[in-house]
């Protein structure tokens, strides 16, 4: 029995590892509670542009359809309606579309929910094995980073079919206001795996420990490389180069030096950056225009870029489905609204 007053001893790394795994059932376990009180409206259906090449309904391996692969959950759920609808909306082939959701949960709800609000919506849903990531991930500055499943772009080779050759991968806190296609026939060049917008104005070296920098085996990691941020909510990437580079388990390889050693701070990303920076092809700015969640901390308001637009994400801690709930939206949470399938109480039938 531990006396009044003493410190209790910090969690082992095991028990640190049960507690994350356990807060995140926590969560999906809340989100699925208040989800399932939730209904969608029916999208309405989008047709193909005389132009667009006939592709069979049931074919989902088509090299001349546009692939897009987006994870499926339940928190983030409300986004993903809404993003798949921007990106029917504003697409010349709506119909050559073929979407890949990507789940760590055996829920059926999740598959109806879309099936119901996009009867004739072409996608499959495949199944995300999270122990294969879950005893690498380190916690970072917010907990929503954390989720194995926002790990799952790394292994996007290996969970789609070796038919899918090419996939535009995207966040479900974002919606289109051009045509997918566009983005999609990003050339890659000759050897390059992935396109992205690149942002060489920002601190690349913040994303990265003293630790890291200090070693200078680590250091030189990016010598002889112009490497620019990116982000990886919105990537181009080419499956069959990624598969014949191997460059999951290069990534793979980075995390684990990550539980070695703390090199990096943030999630997902750091690793991403370690093994493609300053070798992308660039994507126009105007497909990302990210950060409309604002930072990791507060999420606070925060205006466009300058320039074009293309894309919206509300990348950050700011989501405007939560911001619209709670009466406290942000001025560009207009944007996002118009895209929202859930039905309002007065608009359910009982």
């Not at 990537?235 to 990096?264: F, H, N, P, S």
Request: hydrophobic share 40%.
């Amino acid at each position: 029995m531990f006396k009044l007053g003493r410190k209790l001893p910090p969690p082992s790394r095991p028990d640190r590892l049960l507690l994350l795994l356990l807060s995140i059932i926590i969560i999906n376990a809340t989100a699925t509670a208040t989800v399932n009180t939730k209904r969608f409206r029916e999208a309405p259906q989008f047709y193909n542009s005389p132009t667009c090449p006939p592709i069979s309904a049931e074919d989902m391996c088509s090299h001349q359809a546009v692939h897009v692969a987006m994870t499926l959950d339940f928190p983030y759920l409300r986004g993903t309606m809404a993003a798949i609808l921007s990106i029917l909306q504003h697409s010349s082939c709506p119909e050559n579309t073929r979407f890949h959701f990507i789940s760590s949960l055996s829920s059926t709800y999740l598959h109806e929910t879309i099936t119901s609000s996009f009867p004739y919506l072409r996608s499959q849903i495949h199944s995300f094995d999270t122990n294969s990531v879950s005893g690498l991930i380190s916690t970072s500055i917010r907990s929503a980073l954390d989720s194995p499943l926002n790990y799952a772009r790394n292994y996007l080779a290996n969970i789609l079919p070796p038919c899918v050759r090419k996939v535009v991968y995207l966040d479900s806190d974002l919606v289109l206001v051009d045509d997918i296609a566009m983005l999609e026939a990003t050339p890659l060049g000759t050897g390059t795996v992935l396109a992205a917008p690149e942002y060489c104005n920002a601190n690349i070296t913040a994303y990265f420990t003293p630790t890291f920098w200090a070693n200078p085996s680590l250091s030189l990691t990016f010598s002889g490389r112009n490497a620019c941020y990116f982000n990886t909510g919105v990537m181009v990437i080419d499956l069959e180069r990624w598969r014949e580079g191997g460059y999951t388990t290069k990534i793979v390889e980075w995390m684990e030096l990550q539980k070695r050693m703390r090199i990096y701070e943030l999630g997902s990303l750091p690793p991403f950056l370690l093994v493609f920076a300053g070798n992308i092809a660039a994507v126009d700015h105007k497909w990302n225009q990210h950060g409309l969640g604002g930072d990791n901390f507060r999420g606070l308001c925060r205006d466009l870029h300058p320039g074009p637009v293309s894309l919206l994400h509300w990348s950050g801690k700011g989501k405007p489905w939560v911001r619209l709930d709670a009466s406290r939206p942000c001025p560009l949470d207009a944007l996002w609204a118009p895209y929202d399938l859930l039905q309002t109480p007065s608009a359910v039938d009982f």
